[in-house]
């Protein structure tokens, strides 16, 4: 079955690709806990230190607008049945997600123990692959820095990522 596919069948007309690491590192651990516990993460524990909801006019003169957006897709645009990517790098996918539940939820134990980030969402996994095992994409989604990004059929992103098979 390809991304493309899936993303018929759920009636989806974007989806979601997102790194789990912190500044590039932990990934493998990061990615366990994820499959793990059936969930995906996002955070900025430095200034984003309550639900974003309650922090997101004071913190966002401090992130800026790449994570204000990422904050705000993550927390209240992502929705239930929508289908997330988990990349490692700019060139393998780690895992396809669907979001299980309708809103986000807020743990700050999860950041300061270094266990995962603190605004997680839970997922069901569709697919996820073991981090030595993930496999290639057809082409490198060179410049893919953020943690998150929406990924419209527009997109120059999209043929890349819905012709993905798993």
């Known amino acids: 079955m390809k991304i493309a596919d899936l993303l018929s ?4 007309k974007r989806c979601y690709i ?28 430095r200034y984003v230190k309550d639900n974003w909801s309650r922090v997101r006019e004071w913190a966002m003169r401090f992130v800026g607008k790449t994570w204000t957006r990422q ?11 929508d289908i997330v990517l988990v990349l490692k790098g700019w060139d393998s996918l780690l895992g396809v997600g669907e979001i299980a539940e309708p809103d986000h939820v807020y743990d700050r134990n999860l950041s300061k123990t270094e266990q995962f980030f603190d ?7 569709i697919k996820a692959y073991e981090f030595e095992e993930a496999p290639l994409l057809a ?19 999209w043929r890349t990522l819905t012709n993905i098979d798993i």
């Open 71 to 81: 904050f705000d897709v993550f927390c209240n645009e992502m929705g239930t049945h």
């Open 139 to 157: 082409k490198p989604l060179r410049g893919f820095n953020n943690a998150l990004s929406k990924v419209m059929p527009q997109s120059k992103r």
């Open 119 to 125: 605004h997680t969402r839970a997922v069901e996994w």
């Open 18 to 45: 997102m790194h789990m690491s912190y500044n590039g590192s932990r990934e493998r651990e990061l990615w366990d806990y994820a499959k793990d516990n059936n969930i995906i993460g996002l955070d900025f524990p």
């Open 9 to 12: 069948e759920r009636r989806r």
